[in-house]
């Protein structure tokens, strides 16, 4: 069973349980007062007015159904759990950053100011999913605006929602194909577009773009090295032939010493 | 000039370059400092908006690019068997050897954690660019060591090891080339994975076979380029109808490189971003003027491959071109995205020079206390003297000094 959220900004009211709760559960300090994602914010919720409409987002970890950050990470620090979240070892991460500038919804942030610095992001409070429980932020919405549950569940809980109310939404479920998919899915009133998702040529995995070079390698490296042996071995070869002088019918065997 | 004069005008350059390369150490060991002791946040101007930098545009791209003298000519050498570029196969693959030991501490420099550089031998991810990257770089410097290894094995007068890494050499170069091209151009792949991140003047799915015929082309105008500077701080020969062909290839490289990119603008349709008037297409022109079609036009030419200052300022011109298409890639392409308008902080710059000193410093000790280039034969062929060498023998020459 795969898990996810489904986040409907019609339900909230931007009160920001969520975001203390994350605090708490992952120790994070508060001196952090932006509402901006960092080391510090593991997630944020963000207010936007769109034709009078005071709308409250949330922001955090999408959690890809084929995340980019597992994709790049060149010691596998990062992994999509069959739960649906994705989790970060910090015991293997170099801090090459690769993640950082790879992911397409910005999400992995750095230590910048610590001599030995780690990545940091949402979990998906692993934890307490293993143990049964729920992740923080969805335990702390009073409004239900973050539901947690199975991801396939999720998505039909946001088609009836669309379905029943379908002046009150804009029929769209964001995160059904955005980057592949993810664990985390949207519906609001309005587009996603308009409160700063990507959505436009934002549908297929973006592992895909790496594999279909990646998965090259082994032919370039058989194809290449027959091809550069048996170059080296004509060409060789003719050098020696041409050294040897034509003498009659006679088959030039050089011997190698 | 008087004798005098001479000498302590010659004293007093190299004073000046010695106290130049003193002030850049001095800086540069400050900046290692803060670096590691109070993080990479303190040192640089990175952030997340922009997490990678100067150290990785610079410092790794362009430092294995330029590097890729040593697999192009050990290729040109030993696989395709012209032996008349002998004489420039071991300045080659020093210089490759020092550029990626350069590499390998930017590296260092610019991981979070340098000392878990080891863990891609042991974690593994097939999936990831870096993952192959790093593992090429580790077996490609290890095969440039061993490449190198008869110049200090000669030095040493080790004949034994030299018998058996010359009974080795064709599989090295083998190995080299082919580590060579894949990590070359996965330097590009790198950044196929962020097609909304990157300028699209730069994005392109043909990236990883831009990045490696273009550094193809840089690897060989190096060549010429430190055949040049060696010939005149080490009183070394130019040989300059070998390097005048290598400016042909560089010629042919480039024009290659330039098709595939008009070609790919084609495809894709993307004319249009060549004439919006903002600031990356500023700079895409000067990278392809400059860097592509000016010296593209000036190799091409005769009498400028003839000439030794307009050869040099052509490949210079290739140089300068590629440097800036990797900066353009790591660093211009990326901002618009980031929005963060990051320029390196003085502490990065100063990383970076002093790693270039100290690369510089190495190849100098080098060629002063190994044999890097050919023994000086008794008749030196001046640069702008046409002699005729292919009817003379060795003793013929001799003999013509003589008289």
Redesign the interface.
């Known amino acids: 069973m795969s898990f996810g959220f489904l986040i409907d900004t019609t339900l909230c009211v931007g009160c920001e349980a969520c975001m203390v709760a994350c605090d708490e559960r992952n120790k994070l300090s508060e001196e952090d007062e932006s509402y901006e994602l960092?080391v510090n914010n593991y997630t944020v919720v963000k207010n936007k007015t769109i034709s009078d409409q005071d709308i409250y987002y949330r922001q955090m970890c999408m959690h890809c159904e084929d995340p980019?950050c597992?994709?790049?990470?060149?010691?596998?620090?990062f992994e999509k759990t069959p739960e649906g979240p994705v989790i970060y070892h910090g015991d293997?991460?170099?801090?090459?950053?690769?993640c950082?500038?790879?992911c397409?919804f910005?999400v992995p942030?750095?230590?910048?100011?610590?001599?030995?610095?780690?990545v940091r992001k949402c979990d998906m409070c692993y934890d307490r999913i293993k143990a049964g429980g729920i992740p923080a932020c969805a335990e702390a919405c009073p409004t239900e605006a973050t539901l947690f549950g199975d991801r396939d569940e999720l998505i039909e809980i946001a088609r009836q929602r669309i379905r029943d109310n379908k002046d009150q939404y804009y029929p769209y479920i964001y995160g059904l194909e955005e980057a592949g998919g993810t664990s985390v899915l949207i519906i609001s009133s309005v587009s996603l577009a308009e409160l700063g998702f990507?959505m436009k040529?934002?549908q297929a995995a973006?592992?895909k773009?790496?594999?279909e070079?990646?998965k090259e390698?082994p032919n370039?490296?058989t194809f290449?090295?027959v091809f550069?042996?048996g170059?080296?071995w004509i060409?060789?070869r003719r050098?020696k032939l041409q050294e040897i002088p034509a003498n009659g019918d006679e088959i030039p065997e050089k011997e190698e010493k | 000039m008087s004798a005098y004069s001479l000498v302590s005008r010659v004293r007093s350059e190299l004073t000046f370059w010695k106290i130049v390369f003193f002030i850049i150490i001095a800086l540069g060991l400050y900046s290692t400092y803060v670096r590691f002791f109070h993080g990479l946040g303190a040192a640089t101007n990175l952030s997340d908006d922009f997490p990678w930098g100067l150290w990785i545009g610079f410092d790794v791209l362009c430092g294995v690019g330029l590097a890729a003298g040593g697999f192009t000519i050990a290729a040109v050498v030993y696989i395709f068997n012209i032996k008349r570029f002998k004489t420039i196969v071991r300045p080659a693959i020093l210089t490759a050897f020092l550029g990626y030991l350069i590499v390998i501490i930017a590296i260092l420099f610019d991981l979070g954690r340098p000392y878990r550089i080891w863990h891609p031998i042991i974690m593994w991810n097939p999936h990831s660019v870096m993952f192959e990257v790093g593992w090429c770089v580790m077996l490609y410097t290890t095969v440039l060591a061993l490449e190198f290894s008869p110049v200090v094995f000669e030095k040493l007068r080790w004949s034994k090891p030299l018998k058996i890494i010359k009974n080795f050499l064709i599989p090295l170069v083998i190995l080299g080339v082919l580590f060579s091209t894949l990590h070359q151009s996965s330097l590009g792949s790198l950044y196929l994975v962020v097609p909304e991140k990157l300028y699209p003047l730069w994005y392109s799915p043909l990236l990883p076979v831009l990045f490696f015929i273009s550094a193809i082309a840089v690897g060989f105008a190096m060549v010429i380029f430190e055949s040049y500077l060696s010939s005149r701080a080490f009183g070394k020969n130019l040989e300059r109808p070998i390097l005048s062909e290598l400016a042909r290839i560089v010629v042919f490289v480039l024009t290659l490189y330039l098709v595939l990119k008009l070609m790919d603008f084609a495809r894709r349709d993307m004319w249009h971003y060549m004439f919006i008037n903002r600031t990356e297409t500023y700079f895409f022109w000067a990278e392809m003027l400059l860097g592509i079609i000016v010296p593209m036009i000036m190799l091409a030419t005769p009498a400028v491959r003839r000439n030794q200052k307009a050869l040099f300022s052509g490949v210079l011109l290739v140089i300068i071109g590629f440097v800036m298409n990797r900066l353009n890639v790591a660093i211009t392409g990326m901002e618009s995205y980031a929005a963060a308008d990051y320029f390196p902080s003085w502490m990065e710059i100063s990383v970076t020079m002093m790693v270039v000193a100290l690369g510089f410093a190495a190849f100098r000790m080098a060629v002063k206390h190994l044999p890097i280039f050919e023994r000086e034969k008794p008749a030196a062929i001046p640069f702008t003297k046409p002699v005729k060498v292919k009817f003379m023998t060795e003793s013929d020459k001799t003999e013509k000094i003589l008289n």
Do not use: H, Q
Not at chain 1, 92 to 98: N, S
Not at chain 1, 109 to 118: D, I, S, T, V
């Open positions: 960092s980019t597992v994709s790049v990470c060149p010691v596998a620090a293997r991460c170099m801090g090459c950053r690769y950082i500038m790879a397409p910005d942030k750095f230590e910048w100011n610590k001599a030995l610095p780690l990507k040529n934002f973006f592992p773009l790496t594999w070079v990646m390698i370039v490296v290449g090295g550069l042996y170059l080296w060409i060789n050098i």
